[in-house]
């Protein structure tokens, strides 16, 4: 399968990208790690006339702590890095723990952040996260930079608010509050294959360890992230065991999770009950630890 | 370079098993298909051309890469490790070649070029994988033949050899 005739150009900085897609709009694609655009293209479900790539274009990448707190991380920051990268392990545990189960190790040295969330696959592990966090991205055209909170980015399949003259140039998590636990959980047949369902788990605990906010939201089971509700219903709460597994099961009924042959919607619910349960409780134990 | 909507071919250098290669193709040319196509090296091998199966996976700048979903322009500057390169100039084979040869990890071989290469970014960082790691960082080649577990076997042979 090879991809349809392309021109292909390289960018040697973020003002050179952003002039060439002002240019040609959606006739042209950034090519940054490739991992998604590539199948696309071979696939010709994906025919730009230009490809743009972007791997050259400095200060792009890394992690950058701020004086509040706030981590900011460049949109070219390949997957490996946020795999290994000990001081964001330490800032943003729950980019770190999704990390690994982001395809294979070949998908993980080129894929980038700012590529997974631009590309919005329904099954994806870092726009879950990035809903989980609150984080916010910004999006760098020739007009300029806008920001755009996590939770409005996506809009449904492989849809985000990006607009075609636009690249994601790096993402900004808040600062995370003193007690805080998170844990990622990711159900797939085979290691590395798509799973079927992920969860992202964030509970800040106060002083007496009763909950002042809990996050859960599901990657795999609707066009986007699925950021439960019912966790309203914990704030304040110690957080038993039970009212967790509780939780996880109303917010698994929230909504008609998207089956297919390989997994029905009854199962999907089952695991979002199950992973849910297990993440939520998790995440309160390193929360209390902490 | 060419910013319309027309396929001009590129110049790109590009270094491959140790010999700098100045070549012309095509932007749409696949790294996979430059190797295999352009320089005769057909060692990677391509099965799914989505990056899902791994047989296409070579190193570059050390790192394992899908090449099928690699583009020619992207690999200007780069150094690229293929399966070819693995074996000593006098034909001795590497030692992730021999242990697969002693452990019968081939049968057909379709899959093995792109397993060599994910092996040897492994033991590059791992000296000596549990079994649980070996098959997390093999789990993105797949075999249709051996079932895995004389690959497995391979990867733990090749790491006492190279560790001698």
Redesign the interface.
Known sequence: ??????????AESLAHATA?LDTHGD?AKP?AG??S???L???RLSSP???I?I?RIPDLTGPTVHADGTVVVGGLTRH?QLEIDVELGRRVPLAIEAAPYI?????R??GTLAGSLAHADPAAELPAVVVALDASVTASSVEGERTISAREFFGGYYTTSLRPTELLTRVSFPPAPPRRGCSWLEFAP???DYGYVGVAAVVDLDDRNNAMSVEVVFSGVSAVPHRSTITLDLVGSALDTSDLADVASRSSLEIEATGDEAASSGYKRRLMRHLGARALTVARDRARQS | MNEGGDEAPIAITVVVNGTTRQLTASPRLTVADLLREKLGLTGTHLGCEHGVCGACTILIDGESTRSCILYAGQVDGASILTVEGLAAADGTLHPVQEAFRQTFALQCGFCTPGFLMTIVELLGEVADPTDDEIREALSGNLCRCTGYDSIVAAVHDAARSVSR
């Open positions: 399968m090879k991809p349809a005739p392309f021109a292909y150009v390289r060439l006739e090519l490739g991992q655009l590539g199948p293209l071979n696939m006339t230009l490809l790539d791997n490996r395809g294979h190790r070949a998908i040295n080129r085979r290691l590395g």
